[in-house]
């Protein structure tokens, strides 16, 4: 399409036809025809109708994708019972909705993002959850030695301000601190290039953990291109923040009650020896091996 643009010999009409097609088939974008809404009279009426059109094809598409996929899968999470596969699920879904070759999900804990699970599909690599594959890279600090806050990290930096950020190549970016990914590239031979990053925020407006993305790729051509903007993610990851969130809570409950459990019987076994310790036969007992103590001590 994009040498169709360049070469005169091809019509407004044929153009238009070209686009109608890539229509069709989910491949149109709007500089298709950009440089053709210049054009007067019925030609540039004709663009801005397709442009309506394409626009119109896209909000029922993604529609569609939320009936079929987000919502039986939002349903699926809120009843997974094993928080392992309920994080490797997220990571997965998030994968196959935005086609990227990899993913990385971080949970917030004391001030840092600990990794929980990691997916590289060209690597095979799959580590944390139900994997059994320990993940060894320490959490990610959310501030530094002197309280200052960590931007420089874009998975930090997402989690303090609480926004989503996209970068069409790490390696070009400026602002942020790639050398850790830099490193797992020289390593293992990969080459991180798009990226996104977006928090997961509970009801109560507050962030619980990071979903970063890496290397969305065109499902034609496998070539890695930048994340688009996507309602079916940010849809999917709605609900799996609210599943997360309420497993989360859940367990909180869970400990607090068997924190109470335990304050309780040691009270309660407190409360025991009390009564046992007041009473005169254990006085007798104990005066009596005072004294047998001192007769030994004598000897």
């Keep these: 399409m994009k040498e169709s643009n360049n070469d005169k010999s091809i019509t407004p009409l044929q153009r238009i036809m070209d686009a109608v097609h890539a229509l069709e088939t989910g491949n149109y974008t709007p500089d298709l025809l950009r440089d053709l809404e210049t054009e007067n009279g019925d030609m ?15 909000l029922r598409d993604n529609q569609l994708r939320l009936l079929r996929r ?10 997974e019972k094993d928080f392992n596969r309920l994080l490797e699920t997220l990571v997965a879904e998030a994968q196959t909705v935005t086609r990227a070759d990899a993913g990385t999900l971080y949970l917030l804990e004391e001030n840092t993002l600990k990794f929980v699970i990691l997916r590289n599909t060209s690597l095979e690599l799959a580590m944390g959850g139900t994997s059994g594959n320990k993940i060894s890279f320490p959490p990610v600090r959310l501030y530094t030695d002197d309280g200052n806050e960590n931007r420089a990290n874009v998975a930090s930096h997402v989690a303090l301000t609480h926004q989503l950020i996209r970068i069409a190549d790490a390696y070009e970016a400026e602002g942020f601190d790639f050398s850790g990914t830099k490193s797992f590239d020289a390593q293992t031979g990969y080459r991180s290039k798009s990226f996104l990053a977006m928090p997961l ?15 969305a790729q065109n499902p034609e051509t496998g070539e890695v291109i930048p994340f688009a903007d996507d309602d079916v993610l940010e849809s999917l990851v709605l609900l799996a923040t609210a599943a997360l969130d309420g497993y989360i809570r859940e367990e909180s409950l869970r400990r607090e009650i068997a924190q109470l459990k335990i304050e309780i019987d040691e009270t309660r076994r407190a409360r025991q020896v009390a009564e046992i310790t007041d009473t005169a036969y254990f006085k007798n007992l104990k005066s009596q091996a005072v004294q047998l103590r001192e007769k030994r001590s004598k000897k």
Excluded: C, D, F, Y
Excluded at 44 to 58: D, F
Excluded at 70 to 79: D, E, F, M
């Design 44 to 58: 540039r009426q004709l663009v801005h109708t397709l442009e309506a059109m394409a626009r119109s094809v896209t």
């Design 70 to 79: 987000v919502i039986p899968v939002g349903v699926a999470l809120s009843a």
């Design 201 to 215: 925020i509970n009801v109560e407006g507050k962030v619980i953990g990071v979903l970063q993305l890496i290397n």
